[in-house]
């Protein structure tokens, strides 16, 4: 079997003594050609791991034609919003990775990279809300880790895609670009260029309301703000070369540039009566920016025996350059006498933001099923920021006030060692320890003030699995994380809103620090139930301080004292009809938060609630619909209450030409529900606001696959580098 047939001549025998010497016989083995099959599901394939929740996208329908983002914005707990920033079971300041490492992207960069990625090139996503010891401590609210199938064609293969959208405010943004891989001999490359115009802005009002000793000062505005943002071709690029079939060298780099325009106009009445306001002030302005990012990686992989030791090594450098200029332009009405005045400003920024990582990881499998996993890293943090604000009335005089040169330096030094392995036989164990020991300087050069910060933490974390039964498992977990301060939140300049409002860093600005307790239940191995609590000290959050005789509000961000946070998660997939499947989520959350104000402690807590479905259906003549619907109800977030908000979007997707070229049509918060409207009341002062930003959109997509060459097999790396996330 497996080989041709072979036929000697014909021949006849003599008698019982007849031989015959029919030489060597060469068999040709015998090869079929076999149709394409697919295996394809509705549905990604949800798997509970001891640490994490795998969403398998290869081979699902959600896969095809979908780009990376759309996948990523379905799965369980997840929710992006049209800025790409990132909630995970309704919390803020989710780290996003790629194989393991992060992408130096700002969120709408970020956002931009996904859209234009095709979710064929997707493995699985995993959705870490507690990540182990080889992780960061970085980080309260999770990780997203997406992973990436690998370029496995010889030869060249991509894509090119473009797509246009329309916000419904004579806004048109556009996105286009493609990718090359091209893998030959030892060498896998792959290159990416992809270009945006972005649109939006927002419609918002601000209700501020001062009590006073025997003065009652109402505050009423009025906001339409706009940007548009050109990002010529972002380039990104990287090359593996195999040294042998156990060890390899890599190279990555990637290089943005984005130029952006704003204008926020306001008006704004401000008087003791809401009636009868005494002064209305007209407040334009208007900004310019441009913005770079360098991101360079070096990196080592290698396999040292045949039971899978590996040792890994990354370098990395990061390099961010942002210049600003602002004009505001401030017109006065004293609205008794009609008297007008005006008060013109102007601003230049530069921020310059240097990274500079190096680590090493080490994993060391037994034959019992053990593993102990060690690894280090340095990191080094240098941000400069020179704001410089002048008065702009006939001539410019520099305001030092409201001037300021910060320079701020940290340096990390890591170092981590954890053990997995069977503990009995229905459970299996992971622990884990790190270490992070943090020394940093903030100074700014206009005031002299010097603050100097050295902190060492130990971070441990816990996971149990247990298997108890074929259908049925709990997972266990515990681990310690923590948040450092935005490097923008800790410089003390002014950044300048209206005559009445401005933003100020907090250069005593503490980290936060986070117990996080997890317990999971996986069903048959597609539902899961779990139940968190996180217990928060020294919580980062935006606080508005009030001059109450001079009607001005500050927002800085400072530290309360604690914050607690129960939830239950709950992920229901289900298949209503052969051609209609969906994918369920509910999260019912307590949160509290308190803290020590001037005139006696504050306490903000409610019970909040998410529900998420995903549904995908398959319509005839190959037609894919697919419809996202979420519900958030009201919440507390650190001082603030949130109002619920609600979001729709549909998508219809075709793929044609022989499945090369997929069109697709989409909207996005088909009802403008998801509209941001906070309050706080700080002893008796009110401050609320109502913004929409412009969400809703209608968008057409096209999508060019190409392909050709054989399979071959190819290695992977991670690593990561979290320091980015706190420079955006």
Known sequence: MGYVATETPVFEVSGPAYSKDFGPFVLKAETKQLGEVSVVAMRPTIVQEADRLVVSVAGTAMAAGNTAFSVLAKSPGVFIDQEGNIQLNGKAGVTVMLDGKLTYLSARDLRNLLEGMPADNLKNIEIITNPPARYDAEGTAGVLNINLKKNTQQGLNGSLYTTGSYNF??????????????????????????????????????????????????????????????????????????????????????YTTRRGESEFLTDTYVGSSREQPEQFVDADNFSRSRYTNLTTNLHYSGKLDSLGTTLTTDLDYVQIRDRGQADFYNYFTRLPTRQQTQDFLYTSTFSQLDIYSAKADFARPFASGHKVEAGVKLSRVTADNDSRFFFNNGALVLDPLRTNHFNYQENIQAAYLSWSGKAGERLTLQT??????????????????????????????????????????????????????????????????????????????????????????????????????????????????????????????????????????????????????????????????????????????????????????????????????????????????????????????????????????????????????FSTDINGNVNEFDQYFRWRSVGLSLRYNFSRGEKLDTKRRNSSLEELNRAN
């Open 432 to 677: 884990g320890l790190r270490l992070e020991n943090t020394q940093s300087v903030g100074e700014s050069y206009t005031t002299g003030q010097l603050t100097r910060r050295q902190y060492l933490n130990l971070f441990p974390s816990v996971f149990v699995q247990q298997k108890v039964s074929e259908d049925y498992g709990i997972n266990y977990s515990y681990s310690r994380r923590l948040n450092r301060p935005n490097y923008g939140s800790l410089n003390p300049f002014r950044f300048y809103r209206d005559p009445y409002t401005w933003e100020q860093g907090n250069p005593d600005l503490r980290p936060q620090y986070t117990h996080a307790f997890r317990l999971a239940h996986s069903f048959k191995r597609v539902y899961n139930l779990s139940f968190s609590y996180d217990y928060q000290t020294d919580v980062s959050a935006e606080i508005p301080i009030l001059n109450v005789d001079q009607a001005t509000t500050i927002y800085t961000t400072g530290n309360l004292n604690s914050g607690h946070i129960a939830s239950l998660t709950a992920v229901a997939p289900y298949q209503l009809l052969k051609w209609w499947d969906t994918q369920n989520t509910v999260v019912v959350s307590y949160r509290k938060f308190s803290t020590n104000a001037d005139n006696g402690p504050l306490t903000n807590e409610q019970l909040y609630y998410m529900l998420q479905s995903n549904h995908t259906l398959a319509l005839p003549y190959k037609v894919r619909l697919e419809v996202e619907a979420r519900y958030l109800g009201p919440t507390a977030s650190g001082l603030y209450q949130i109002a619920p908000m609600h979001w729709v979007g549909l998508a219809l997707k075709k793929a044609i030409l022989k499945e090369k070229l997929e069109v697709g049509v989409n909207v996005n918060d088909l009802f403008k529900g998801y509209r941001y409207r």
């Open 169 to 254: 405010f004579q806004q048109f943004g556009y996105t286009y670009g493609g990718s090359l891989n091209l893998k030959r001999g030892r060498w896998n490359s792959f290159l990416n260029l992809d270009a945006t115009r972005r649109v939006g802005g927002r419609n918002a009002t601000f209700t501020r309301v001062f009590y006073g000793p025997g003065k009652t000062t109402y505050f009423d505005q009025t906001a339409t703000g706009s940007f548009i943002s050109r990002t010529p071709p972002a380039l990104r690029l990287g090359t593996d070369y195999s040294l042998s079939k156990n060890h390899s060298l890599g190279l990555l780099a990637g």
